[in-house]
T-cell receptor, first 112, second 117 residues
Framework: SQQGEEDPQALSIQEGENATMNCSYK?????LQWYRQNSGRGLVHLIL?????REKHSGRLRVTLDTSKKSSSLLITASRAADTASYFC????????????FGSGTQLTVLP | EAEVAQSPRYKITEKSQAVAFWCDPI?????LYWYRQILGQGPELLVQ????????DSQLPKDRFSAERLKGVDSTLKIQPAELGDSAMYLC???????????????FGPGTRLTVT
């Protein structure tokens, strides 16, 4: 079973616009990560935010974490057609030997 | 740049046949994972190895699935017999031992797309 859900399931925007994806999880976490997956390919790690952090930036990516609401968001600014992909959040539960539990993903389409 | 290697990339097999997937992690990565990803969903962990030892196989259907990492390097995932519901992408990933700096980032291979007919 999957740890959490992502919202929206699909998002379509114009190039240059910002894209925001949300993730909810169920248990206390050690950290939360975001991954990207191009169609038919493996996943690529984007960014990791620890449970004691509230916001993190990496290039055009901004991630926030609200542990009280068990939720995270990923913002991609100034989107490009090449950002078209599926985006997954993955959480590492506190005190668990298991590594990551992935959400269901958001399919982002950036129209040129 | 080092990558996780997987083969084959695509596999078509008939129901009740045996199928095997191979994964070679990034050199020096002690932890290896096998995931199954059904179309439209996120990856689900099947088995996690630390060196040659299994540390989590709670989601592995052990009646038909087996995994090994005999020398703590490359790994094989086997399904016997394959069922129609096994059609999915099988992803391998590796990471540094969490104790080595606490890195949790996982590096994924390109996956094996399995179709069972």
């Amino acid at each position: 079973s999957q740890q959490g859900e992502e919202d929206p399931q699909a998002l379509s925007i114009q190039e240059g616009e910002n894209a925001t994806m949300n993730c909810s999880y169920k248990t206390s976490i050690n950290n939360l990560q975001w991954y990207r997956q191009n169609s038919g390919r493996g996943l690529v790690h984007l960014i990791l935010i620890r449970s004691n952090e509230r916001e993190k930036h990496s290039g055009r990516l901004r991630v926030t974490l609200d542990t009280s609401k068990k939720s995270s968001s990923l913002l991609i600014t100034a989107s490009r057609a090449a950002d078209t992909a599926s985006y997954f959040c993955a959480s590492k539960a506190s005190g668990s030997a298991r590594q990551l539990t992935f959400g269901s993903g958001t399919q982002l389409t950036v129209l040129p | 740049e080092a990558e996780v290697a997987q083969s084959p990339r695509y596999k078509i097999t008939e129901k009740s046949q045996a199928v095997a997937f191979w994964c070679d992690p990034i050199s020096g990565h002690a932890t290896l994972y096998w995931y199954r990803q059904i179309l439209g969903q996120g990856p689900e962990l099947l088995v996690q190895f630390q060196d040659e030892s299994v540390v989590d196989d709670s989601q592995l259907p052990k009646d038909r699935f087996s995994a090994e990492r005999l020398k703590g390097v490359d790994s094989t995932l086997k399904i016997q017999p394959a069922e129609l519901g096994d059609s999915a992408m099988y992803l391998c990933a590796s990471s540094l031992h969490p104790g080595q700096g606490g890195f949790d980032e996982q590096y994924f291979g390109p996956g094996t797309r399995l179709t069972v007919t």
